[in-house]
């Protein structure tokens, strides 16, 4: 994630990227004096939100979002202004949010979690992804699987949030069209395997329950975007677009939880 902080006041300035890093930890936060160096960086730096004051000489922050919009469009623009009087203006430029000084970490956090153009926040560690296609990440890396069906059976673990699951279950995920016999009791040790190999390399065994003949995770000892959903965390809510585990057919049959969740 990458995130701009406009103003032409030094301790204004450092304010803001202070309430920033607060909030984005692991962001790429870049500041500036001025709105035309800013401008100039869109390009290259592609930024996913912009912190931006109003009144500053040369370009103000008004003239910055006209322009920037002919650019890209669909940034998040945040404005940061000791004037409330602009507030109107803000909105006829579909600003994502509206800070007023003196900036603060729980103001900033109340806009990210609000943003226009919702952006996944950056996690260190064990991060996983469900909204859309399935991804384990690791330091914001994709893990790589043994096989393919390895990734699956992650997938159903972590849907089924807690829930144990024995091989005649995961069999019926996995391979719904196979007869649970000899051959499918086998292919389903070997994917159950290999997946505790992978988890055990990646140093996060303790995220796994273990029972004899099933399979467990522990969700409380997992980062990932549907659990921060269910838990109510407002980024989460912003970001669910009605894609769910869409890799999966089986993913289907677990959005209407979202639905509900969504409607209490």
């Known amino acids: 994630m990458v995130v701009f902080a406009i103003d032409d006041e030094r301790l204004a300035r450092e304010l803001l990227v202070e309430a920033i890093k607060d909030n984005l930890e692991e962001a790429e936060i870049y500041d500036y004096a001025d709105a035309e160096a800013a401008l100039a960086d869109v390009d290259s730096k592609k930024p996913n939100i912009i912190f931006t004051d109003i009144n500053m000489p040369m370009m103000n922050g008004l003239e910055f979002v006209r322009r920037l919009k002919t650019i890209n469009n669909k940034v998040n623009i945040i404005f940061v202004t000791?004037?409330?009087?602009?507030?109107?203006?803000?909105?006829?430029?579909?600003?994502?949010?509206?800070?007023?000084k003196p900036v603060t970490s729980q103001k900033v956090k109340d806009e990210l979690d609000n943003l226009l153009y919702p952006v996944e926040r950056p996690k260190k560690g064990l991060y996983v992804h469900t909204f859309g296609n399935f991804d384990l990440m690791m330091n914001g890396e994709a893990v790589k699987f043994r096989r393919e069906k390895c990734k699956e059976l992650m997938a159903l673990l972590i849907d089924r949030a807690g829930e144990s699951l024995n091989n005649e279950q995961i069999a019926s995920y996995l391979y719904p069209e196979n007869a649970y016999d000899a051959k499918t009791k086998n292919q389903v040790t070997t994917v159950a395997a290999d997946l505790r190999k992978t988890i055990e390399e990646l140093g996060v065994d303790r995220i796994l329950i273990k029972k004899w003949g099933q399979m467990q995770l522990d969700p409380s000892q997992i980062?990932?975007?549907?659990?921060?959903y269910w838990a109510g965390e407002p980024y989460a809510i912003n970001l669910f677009k009605g894609e769910y585990l869409e890799n999966y057919s089986w993913g289907e049959e677990s959005k209407a939880k979202f639905y509900w969740d969504n409607n209490k």
Do not use: K, N, Q, W
């Not at 980062?223 to 921060?228: G, I, L, S, V």
């Open 82 to 100: 000791g004037y409330s009087e602009y507030t109107r203006d803000a909105i006829s430029l579909h600003a994502s949010g509206y800070v007023t």
């Open 223 to 228: 980062m990932c975007d549907a659990y921060d």
